[in-house]
């Protein structure tokens, strides 16, 4: 498997790739991730994945830069995409919207070259318990939701909360393993 470059500056992401015994270095993906003014959460989730796996590859000032994998995972409820927390307020919030009921992670993938771009967009049902306010408070206060899509890390503390999956585990964490060997793949097939 070829040497790739990795537009994230997700401590979780560069875990899960290691996972996959890929070697890669990282890079800077940075963009815009303002979610456009009507735009679906499906469409949002792989424009920004699209976006920063080329603002990666176009960071590499080289002659050969690296094929450049970028990814993004949003929370979305009833159409409503939950970004990171504010604060403690907008936390609340949603912690409140996802209390008790089934919510979708969109995570997407895109692996760019200077020739080509391949993606993919992975959807998973996440269903939450009731939470009490004392449990958001405490969960609040561990520290873990203020980086996180929808004020909460699956992987964490919050897995108490979630009685069930449907769907990929790691998309939720934030980059879906098979999905993401699977454009590896194209990349290898190519050379």
């Given at each position: 498997?070829?040497?790739?470059?990795?537009?994230?500056?997700?401590?979780r992401?560069?875990e899960?790739?290691?996972?996959l015994g890929?070697?890669?270095?990282?890079v800077?993906?940075?963009?815009?991730?303002?979610?456009?003014?009507?735009?679906a959460?499906?469409?949002?989730?792989?424009?920004?994945?699209?976006?920063?796996?080329?603002?990666?590859l176009?960071?590499?000032?080289?002659t050969?830069?690296?094929?450049?994998?970028?990814?993004?995972?949003?929370?979305?409820?009833?159409?409503?995409?939950?970004?990171?927390?504010a604060?403690?307020?907008?936390f609340?919030?949603?912690?409140?919207l996802?209390?008790n009921?089934?919510?979708?992670?969109?995570?997407a993938?895109?692996?760019?070259?200077p020739?080509?771009i391949?993606?993919?967009?992975?959807?998973?049902?996440?269903?939450?318990?009731e939470?009490?306010?004392?449990?958001?408070?405490d969960?609040?206060?561990?520290?873990?939701?203020?980086?996180?899509?929808g004020?909460?890390?699956?992987?964490?503390?919050?897995?108490c909360?979630?009685?069930?999956?449907?769907?990929?585990?790691?998309?939720?964490?934030?980059?879906?393993?098979y999905?993401?060997?699977?454009?590896?793949?194209?990349?290898?097939?190519k050379?």
């Amino acid at each position: 498997m070829p040497k790739i470059a990795l537009a994230s500056a997700s401590p979780r992401r560069r875990e899960l790739l290691s996972q996959l015994g890929v070697e890669f270095e990282l890079v800077r993906g940075d963009i815009d991730e303002t979610q456009l003014p009507g735009e679906a959460a499906t469409n949002y989730v792989l424009r920004l994945a699209r976006q920063k796996a080329a603002a990666g590859l176009a960071a590499q000032q080289t002659t050969e830069p690296l094929p450049t994998l970028g990814a993004d995972t949003i929370v979305v409820v009833d159409g409503a995409v939950l970004g990171k927390p504010a604060d403690q307020a907008d936390f609340f919030r949603m912690m409140q919207l996802l209390s008790n009921r089934q919510h979708q992670v969109y995570t997407a993938i895109a692996l760019a070259t200077p020739d080509q771009i391949w993606s993919d967009t992975i959807k998973t049902e996440v269903w939450f318990s009731e939470l009490s306010e004392q449990q958001m408070l405490d969960y609040w206060h561990s520290g873990e939701p203020t980086d996180k899509a929808g004020g909460y890390g699956i992987q964490g503390l919050a897995g108490c909360f979630i009685p069930k999956i449907n769907g990929s585990y790691f998309a939720v964490v934030g980059l879906p393993l098979y999905e993401t060997a699977q454009l590896l793949n194209k990349l290898q097939d190519k050379q």
